[in-house]
């Protein structure tokens, strides 16, 4: 159900953006959640909230070596089309896959990774196009191309078993409180963790750590590999608020906690204090929704 509806956003999101032209309103993007590139020849976007990456690429043709409208159209087409597609593989590759390091520095390291990314960049969907005709023969056509960030089809089917693949050559310690869990705790369907003013930048693979400890809460081996595709590994909101909505996400009553700081290259983890990781360790061992992956970051 998650899958079917980010597609559909991504659909539609692109869709929109070839008509009203996305680029132009500097009011709608949310800088802690939308990451913009608007270049000349090309417009791309990645929006964490959503869940998806769109590419925007423009083309046109030599009127003097078409024979005709037609072929015109066809070449500034092909054009285009091409431009989208090799626009799009650079910004999947700049994408931060976890607090330290992009795709493009571990695609080179990891073969599967490699392939299974190469694959879904193919496999990415041409989701709008928009053409422009003018009185000297020539065209200017703008297609989007877009890829979403989780699911079968999105980049967390190739993040998740490379994240599996790092645990088994160096599984990390993880925070545990044993006879000393607070038990007042009421159980809780999910977690979301309010990061907002922290400066924290949304990655594929972010983890939960303990202020102080070199210990990790969530983010790499306490997960289920089908729900962690599905969701990917946490969602990204704006607001406490937006996040409690998440139903979907994160049930009807999440265990809401306060980040301390950030951690990691890109400011990508977040820490918790050792307080609040003993919380967040007694509701999960009630309901186990770590595992689930019903987590969600607030950011901005």
């Not at 196009?129 to 023969?137: I, K």
């Not at 038990?183 to 979301?192: E, H, N, Q, R, T």
Request: proline residues 3%; negative net charge; hydrophobic residues 45%.
């Amino acid at each position: 159900m998650v899958k079917s509806i980010i597609a559909l956003m991504l659909a539609s999101a692109a869709v929109v953006s070839a008509q009203t032209r996305w680029w132009e309103d500097e009011q709608s993007a949310k800088a802690a959640l939308e990451e913009r590139t608007i270049a000349e020849d090309y417009k791309s976007r990645v929006n964490w909230e959503n869940g998806y990456l769109e590419v925007t690429a423009g083309g046109t043709c030599n009127v003097e070596r078409a024979k005709s409208k037609a072929q015109c159209y066809a070449m500034a087409l092909k054009t285009a089309r091409h431009l989208a597609f090799e626009k799009l593989a650079e910004i999947i590759y700049g994408v931060r896959i976890d607090a330290d390091n992009l795709f493009a520095n571990e695609v080179h390291q990891d073969v599967q990774l490699k392939s299974s990314t190469e694959g879904l960049i193919k496999g990415a969907r041409e989701v709008a196009m928009e053409r422009t005709e003018f009185e000297d023969g020539s065209v200017w056509v703008e297609m989007t191309v877009g890829i979403v960030l989780t699911g079968e089809k999105g980049l967390s089917s190739a993040v998740v078993p490379w994240l599996q693949r790092r645990t088994q050559a160096a599984a990390p310690k993880l925070f545990t409180v044993g006879d000393s869990a607070p038990s007042d705790v009421p159980p809780a369907s999910g977690l979301i963790v309010d990061a907002s003013g922290l400066g924290v930048k949304p990655t594929m693979a972010p983890r939960v750590l303990v202020q102080g400890r070199d210990e990790e809460l969530y983010g790499r081996v306490n997960m289920d590999r089908a729900a962690a595709v599905r969701f990917g590994v946490v969602g990204y909101t704006d607001t406490v608020a937006k996040a409690t909505a998440l139903k979907e996400r994160v049930g009807e009553s999440p265990l809401v906690v306060r980040a301390v700081a950030t951690g990691g290259a890109y400011s990508a983890d977040v820490l918790l204090s050792t307080d609040d990781a003993a919380r967040v360790v007694a509701a999960n061992m009630k309901s186990d929704f770590l595992k689930e992956c019903r987590v969600v970051f607030v950011v901005g």
